[in-house]
C-alpha cells in the first residue's frame, strides 16, 4: 500500500440479511414453524471505490440509510464486506456508538483502561494520559461512578476524550457533535481542528454541513449505497443540501 493513502476502500459491497418474520414467543414460534426464517438481502453498500491521503479529513454525508455509517464500520473493522477490501496503513482509533467498548458495571476510570487497552496502549501508557482524559472529559467526581449511571452525553464526554489520547494515525468518528451539551460540542471541533493541524487522517460522519465545512476538506455523499459525489466539501454540501430541499 503507498504510504500516501491512509484508507484504501477497493469495490466494496455491504449486504444484510432481514429477517420478516423473526419469532419472539414460544406461541410465534409454533405458528411459524413450517414458514419462519424468511428473509431478505439488503444491499447497503454498493461497488464503494474510495481513496483517503494521509492527512485529509473526508466527511461521509447522506441520508439516513444510505451507508455512511456501514462504510465506517467497515473501515474500523467492525464488520466486513461481502465483496472487496478496505486497507488501512496506521493506528487507527474511533467513536462509533456511544458505549461501545465500555463495560456498563465498571466506573469512567476503569472503563478508560479497558477501551484505551482495546486501542493498543500499555498500562503504563494509560497511567501518563489517565489526567488528561479525565481532564478533557470534564466528568470529576462522575469518573469514579458505573457508567451504567451516565447520561448519554457523558458517555460522549468520555469515550471522544480516550479517542483522541491514544496517538492514532487515523480517527473515525460518527456524528460525535450531535449529543452533548454546546459547549462540551465546540470543544471537541476545536481539538479536531488541532489534530487536524498535526495532520492526522480523519473520516467524520455527520447531519450538520455546518460542521462538515468547518472541519473538512473533502466531502463523499452517498446515496443508496453509492458514491452520489466526491470533491470539495462546499461543492459537494451545496449539492446534497440542493438535492434533499
Known sequence: ???????????????????????????????????????????????????????????????????????????????????????TNGKLTSLLELGAGFHPDFSGRENIYFNASIFGLTKKEIDNRLEQI?????????????????????????????????????????????VGDEHFQNKCMEKMMELKKEGKTMVFVSHSMQSVKKLCDRAVWLRDGKIEMDGNTKEVTDAYVEATK
Open 134 to 178: 479525565i481532564e478533557f472529559s470534564e466528568l470529576g467526581s462522575y469518573i469514579d461512578n458505573p457508567v451504567r449511571t451516565y447520561s448519554s452525553g457523558m458517555y460522549m464526554r468520555l469515550a471522544f476524550s480516550i479517542a483522541i489520547n491514544v496517538d492514532a494515525d487515523i480517527l473515525l468518528f460518527d456524528e460525535v457533535l450531535s
Open 1 to 87: 500500500m503507498s504510504e500516501e493513502y491512509k484508507i484504501i476502500v477497493e469495490n466494496v459491497y455491504k449486504t444484510f440479511n432481514v429477517y420478516l418474520d423473526k419469532a419472539n414467543t414460544i406461541k410465534e414460534k409454533l405458528l411459524f414453524l413450517f414458514s419462519r426464517n424468511r428473509k431478505e438481502k439488503r444491499e447497503v453498500l454498493k461497488g464503494i471505490n474510495l481513496k483517503i491521503k494521509q492527512g485529509e479529513v473526508v466527511a461521509l454525508i447522506g441520508t439516513n440509510g444510505s451507508g455512511k455509517s456501514t462504510l465506517l464500520k467497515l473501515m474500523t473493522k467492525i464488520i466486513y464486506p461481502n465483496k472487496g477490501k478496505i486497507i
